[in-house]
């Protein structure tokens, strides 16, 4: 009995998946339209001729509960789409969803495709998801046995979950631990460093003046080791301003001006570890300009790195 719920709800799970991608990838689609490639999708295991009404506009209603995604229909054109698509894909979660949902429909295709995509391994510590995040909706502590980089052992001792973030395919709790309780900021712990983490009947209640986008606000990635941000100015070569643009290294990243072959980029953010390891990637594609404490911090690596390999 169990396995057949399972597999149930695993059947719903990619009729929905299959759902969200469809309308997602054409925009705007007609019912009809929906219905046609429905009756040629792998996930057609019943091999019905349509995807039907019924089912049509109670998964419509199943996905707006479960990932606050609004199908909504055109009633001029009679077509369908994906309510505020260009807001959705500003919103972290909303975009983490919908590329989630087009990956998983591409690799479930089948057809021997599995063997021709690849993916970037995710360290340990996803398993770990749907209980932090059970105790974060109820207010519940957890137990955490966590083993940071410089421990021999790890330490256990009682967390409060604020929120979740994710950052160059890790994952991350930010919360606050009982074990430093003349903390007045909670702390963030990757994921793959906890060695056992279980849900307690302890009560927290989330500080009504944390968000989340204003503890990260002016960081890069998960690197609070310097909190004040800095105006950054970077120069690079034409092709090079390519990676930035289709990529930009930090929400506040600004495009200055062109000249005589060089892209100038500006950046507001706190030169933490992490963002300065990012730059160095350019090596010597990239010059800093601004500050001059950091360019001068770049040219003495520079200059120690030239002698390394003299």
Same mark, same amino acid.
């Given at each position: ?113 599995? +063997?021709?995509? =690849?993916?970037?391994?995710?360290? &340990? /510590?996803?398993? %770990?998801?749907?209980?932090? !995040?059970?105790?974060?909706? $109820? ?111 930090? +929400?506040?990243? =600004?495009?200055?001006?062109?000249? &005589? /072959?060089?892209? %100038?980029?500006?950046?507001? !953010?706190?030169?933490?570890? $992490? ?36």
């Amino acid at each position: 009995m169990f396995y057949d719920v399972m597999a149930a709800q695993s059947k719903l799970f990619q009729r929905l998946i299959w759902l969200v991608d469809t309308i997602y990838s054409a925009g705007h689609i007609s019912r009809e339209q929906i219905d046609r490639r429905w009756a040629t999708s792998r996930y057609n295991d019943d091999k019905d001729d349509e995807y039907g009404e019924r089912n049509f506009h109670r998964h419509r209603e199943t996905i707006q509960q479960m990932f606050g995604i609004d199908i909504v229909c055109n009633h001029v054109t009679k077509e369908y789409s994906i309510e505020g698509l260009n807001e959705a894909n500003k919103s972290g979660m909303r975009s983490w969803l919908m590329n989630t949902f087009a990956i998983n429909n591409i690799v479930n295709l089948g057809g021997g495709m599995q +063997d021709r995509i =690849i993916f970037e391994e995710i360290p &340990e /510590g996803t398993r %770990y998801l749907s209980t932090i !995040v059970n105790a974060m909706q $109820d207010g519940r502590q957890l137990y955490v046995a966590y083993q940071g980089y410089k421990r021999v052992e790890p330490h256990s001792f009682l967390l409060a979950p604020y929120c979740l973030k994710v950052f160059k395919q890790r994952w991350y709790l930010v919360g606050k631990p009982d074990d430093h309780p003349e903390e007045s900021e909670p702390r963030v712990y990757a994921l793959d460093r906890m060695k056992e983490l279980t849900p307690t009947e302890k009560p927290f209640k989330l500080p009504k003046d944390f968000k989340p986008s204003l503890f990260f606000k002016g960081q890069y990635g998960v690197d609070r080791s310097i909190r004040e941000e800095q105006k950054i100015v970077v120069r690079v070569s034409d092709y090079d301003a390519n990676f930035l643009r289709s990529l930009p290294l930090h +929400d506040s990243q =600004i495009e200055m001006k062109q000249e &005589e /072959g060089f892209v %100038y980029f500006c950046f507001y !953010v706190a030169p933490t570890y $992490d963002f300065i390891m990012e730059l160095r990637k350019f090596g010597a594609k990239l010059e800093v300009l601004e500050p001059a404490a950091l360019r001068d911090k770049f040219r003495e690596e520079s200059e120690n790195l030239k002698k390394m390999y003299e």
